[in-house]
């Protein structure tokens, strides 16, 4: 329920369709398919740090060639 629920898990799930056998052999690979999924769309909070902090860095170069 969990996966057809969030979007992101549903699509990584259609895309990769050996996760089924995974996740049919054993309900606990779930967390690993969560992280999978998570490193693949970049959804997790460093990698929305990073994100930030390559936003802030490319406005402050605009700022700096427009001067």
Not at 26 to 54: C, G, M, P, V
């Amino acid at each position: 329920m969990k996966i057809l629920n969030t979007k992101n898990y549903y699509q990584y799930l259609k895309e990769n369709s050996n996760w089924f056998k995974e996740l049919s052999r054993d309900d606990n690979n779930i967390y690993k398919f969560i992280e999978f999924t998570k490193d693949k769309y970049k959804l997790r909070a460093t990698d929305k740090l990073s994100n930030a902090i390559d936003s802030i860095d490319l406005i402050s170069n605009v700022l700096s060639v427009l001067k």
